[in-house]
């Protein structure tokens, strides 16, 4: 399979995209592998793509399937799950784009005071730039397709918004000199 786990619990997307190692023999690749390039399907202790989750951390069912979909979707960013922010932890985050993905299930999250808890950690978050954006249980289970939309949409849209301001920054900086 194409994509990779990284340590630090970053998913990867196909081999050459931000977030990947390098190829085996490839220049930086891990030591020991120098000369040895594998090719699809040479392998047969390559776990296959639904058993791939992040070894150090213990996703739920529900952040399985999110984890699954996010590692299907290529996207051109470095994604990890389970990534610290401040004093939380959120269930997925793109940092380059300061987006947080969170998997709401309905036992944890449908109380009043983890509702409360929630949109207090969502305005903190948001107070210092960060998107959060959260998917129902329900959603993760019957709607994917929907999902995957919303995150690209929501993707290019942070991505938009991130060239306009790296644009503006470098026209500011050329008229300063």
């Known amino acids: 399979s194409s994509e990779s786990v990284l340590p ?8 050459g ?10 220049p930086g690749a891990g030591a020991g592998t120098a000369g040895k390039i594998m ?8 776990p296959k793509e639904e058993e791939v989750q992040p070894s150090h951390v213990r996703l739920t069912s529900l952040e399985q399937k999110m984890y699954k979909t996010i590692v299907g979707m290529r996207l051109p960013f470095k994604a990890f ?25 309905e036992y944890w999250h449908k109380q009043p005071e983890a509702v409360a ?35 690209s949409s929501l993707i290019n849209e942070l991505w938009g918004k991130a060239y306009k301001r790296q644009k503006e920054t470098n026209e500011i900086g050329r008229a300063s000199c």
């Open 8 to 15: 630090g619990g970053e998913v990867g997307g196909p081999a």
């Open 17 to 26: 995209t931000p977030g990947v190692p390098p190829a085996a023999g490839a």
């Open 39 to 46: 090719k699809p399907g040479n392998s047969k202790n390559v």
């Open 81 to 105: 799950s389970q990534y610290p922010l401040g004093p939380y932890r959120t269930d997925f985050a793109i940092p380059q784009l300061r987006l947080a993905i969170e998997c709401d299930g």
């Open 117 to 151: 808890k929630d949109r207090k950690r969502d305005s903190e978050l948001a107070a210092n730039g960060w998107t959060v954006v959260r998917f129902a249980e329900r959603d993760i289970n019957e709607r994917m397709p929907d999902i995957q939309y919303s995150i």
